[in-house]
């Protein structure tokens, strides 16, 4: 572990001085402590983790999406179920990511590395067919986290990765995704191990293939 006494995960409902800087500096800092009571815990929770002793890494999860949000059809975009579901998705997708790697900010030293499980559906370039607006937006705007942490991390020397895990067969997708989870689960792997400041800042897939924003 790096110095200093970050809190674990769930211990309270703040982040640590040393963190609020990084955080204000993002505008994270303006979460309402009685909606958000915990970083980590939670229907919302963002799994973390694997802090090594030497050389942390930290990974985080994939997120939720509402398959069954479409803001266009029958009513204005961003009314009702739709608007509570598409903010839902940023703050597990977008906001959480960037919360949780602030709060352990002081467990990761020189040579630690952060990947943030993203979407190939966040990229702006990539989108040829639409919908999955809640999904998509919040993907995006964790690449621009991410981005934003490789460029305010590298004087620190940690290194960062945006990692799509590719179509996998989870609940998520209903089993019809086209690799298994195990399978992501080692290119994910791969993609972190090869991580280093050189290539800090990247969209990638688990398979290797660098994506477009």
């Known amino acids: 572990m790096g110095s200093g006494g970050a809190s674990q995960p769930g211990d309270r409902g703040d982040v640590d001085d040393a963190a609020r800087p990084l955080l204000a500096h993002h505008g994270a800092d303006r979460l309402d402590p009685e909606e958000h009571p915990r970083l980590v815990d939670g229907d919302d929770a963002v799994p973390v983790v694997e802090l090594g002793s030497q050389r942390p890494a930290l990974e985080e999860d994939a997120g939720v999406v509402d398959q069954h949000v479409d803001p266009l059809a029958g009513q204005r975009v961003g009314e ?46 990539d989108n040829t067919s639409g ?47 086209l690799i298994s989870a195990e399978q992501s689960a080692t290119g994910l792997i791969q993609r972190m191990d090869a991580l280093d400041m050189d290539t800090s800042g990247g969209f990638w897939h688990a398979q290797g293939e660098r994506l477009p924003w």
């Open 131 to 177: 919908g999955s607006y809640g999904y998509r937006m919040s993907k995006a705007a964790v690449n621009m986290a991410g981005a934003s942490l490789a460029n305010d991390l590298r004087e620190r020397s940690i290194a960062v990765a945006l990692l799509h895990p590719g179509y996998v067969r989870t609940d998520m997708t209903g089993g019809k995704g």
């Open 80 to 125: 009702g179920r739709d608007r509570a579901s598409i903010r839902r998705q940023f703050e597990v997708n977008s906001l959480g990511p960037l919360r949780v790697t602030v709060a352990l900010l002081d467990n990761l030293g020189a040579g630690s590395k952060v990947g943030i499980v993203t979407s190939r559906m966040g990229s702006i370039e």
